[in-house]
């Protein structure tokens, strides 16, 4: 085992485990907002593509612009001219970004391009994939984060400087970034398809810098986060919160449409102070088809908590490799073959069924894994 991962996750562990215990006995209407939520989306995927004409149209309706697209080249096409060359683009953390490959694509088109959630930033600085969907330098300890920003910034810092102190000097080198950004890309929690708000939950506040600093907006969302509801995207994100050991979450974030005032007559206008512009892009690239698989549509009502992946032992062993980026973990495994058709990383699953036990949306991970062997080995023979 790579000594570095074994220092780091082990110190994750410890830092969140019995605390995530700790806020579900002490919040148990927690419990019940899960059970909600599961059957909120459950309802979406047995009719995902009427939600999403829904969706597109409520976006429509507040002064934004809503697109559908089918897969990478499609949507980095659309980024592309959305945002054009020689712009300051921030990023607020997005999976489907990475998954699309968006980051890179914009840089190659002459833009200065920075992700501004932490572990996303120290990953990019590294360049290297993430370890975990929401804490993507896990794999890092402070003492190698502190040589990273040293070699790659030149930052005044060393092994023996605190967790506080490189959160300060990343703080103050991105600040000057939001400031400057023209556009802001995020991904989003959940989105409502009743008025369509999109519902974003962070502790750091750079995605709502992202979101309100720049004059666009452009939020890059799967499908599958779609709920019927504002009210069911608000217990997302609280349930979220909570499965991942942050609760209460420092920021909930809503957004509907560019910024908009009423101050003048009570009639709202848009834009106010902050984006001018709003652009949601649903993204499919496999999950569609997954949504109309009676065993693969489990994987769908995934809420990115990674809960799972801090109670598998296969996740531990594989040094937080197991997965094609950015999916990894047990869930990881579910993902890589819905959007990637890789279904290698489910043939390292041993069957522990911890992660079944730990996810909010009761999942039976197992299952999943199982039928996609299954699947594979049909194809092959």
């Known amino acids: 085992m790579n000594q570095e991962w074994d220092i780091a996750i082990q110190r994750t562990i410890n830092n969140n485990v019995p605390r995530v215990s700790k806020i579900l006995k002490e919040h148990q209407y927690i419990l019940e907002l899960a059970k909600k939520l599961r059957e909120a989306k459950l309802k979406i995927l047995s009719n995902l593509e009427e939600y999403i004409e829904q969706t597109l149209e409520s976006v429509k309706r507040t002064g934004g612009n809503a697109y559908f697209v089918k897969d990478p080249s499609e949507a980095r096409e659309l980024v592309g001219k959305i945002v054009g060359k020689g712009k300051i683009v921030v990023f607020g953390k997005s999976m489907v970004a990475y998954e699309l490959g968006i980051r890179k694509y914009l840089a190659q088109l002459g833009n200065e391009v920075w992700e501004t959630d932490l572990g996303e930033f ?40 605190t967790h506080e102190e490189l959160v300060q000097k990343v703080r103050e080198f991105l600040r000057n970034k939001f400031l400057s950004a023209n556009v802001g890309i995020t991904g989003a929690n959940a989105v409502a398809a009743d008025v369509g708000s999109i519902v974003l939950v962070e502790n750091e506040g750079n995605i709502r810098m992202s979101t309100v600093v720049p004059p666009v907006h452009i939020a890059i969302v799967g499908v599958e986060k779609i709920v019927p509801t504002l009210e069911d995207a608000l217990n997302e994100a609280l349930v979220q919160a909570a499965y991942a050991g942050l609760y209460p979450p420092t920021y909930i974030n809503v957004t509907s449409g560019p910024s908009s005032t009423g101050d003048i007559e009570m009639k709202r206008v848009s834009p106010a102070h902050g984006p001018k512009e709003f652009h949601l892009i649903l993204v499919d690239n496999g999950r569609i088809k997954a949504s109309k698989d009676e065993i693969l549509r489990e994987a769908l009502l995934c809420i990115r908590c990674g809960r799972c992946h801090l109670h598998c032992p296969v996740y531990r062993v594989l040094d937080g490799m197991w997965g094609d980026a950015p999916y990894t973990g047990p869930m990881g495994a579910m993902w890589s073959y819905i959007i990637y058709g890789d ?3 489910a043939t390292y699953c041993t069957h522990s069924g911890n992660c079944k036990e730990v996810c909010p949306m009761k999942i039976n991970i197992p299952k999943v894994l199982e039928y996609i062997k299954y699947l594979e080995n049909k194809k092959q023979s």
């Not at 994939?129 to 030149?154: W, Y």
Request: hydrophobic letters at 40%; proline letters at 9%.
């Open 122 to 161: 120290l990953i990019q600085l590294a360049d290297e994939p993430p370890s975990h969907i929401i804490a993507p330098a896990i794999h890092m300890t402070k003492e190698r984060v502190a040589k990273l920003l040293k070699e790659k910034l030149g930052f005044d810092v060393s092994e023996n400087s």
């Open 343 to 345: 279904g290698k990383p």
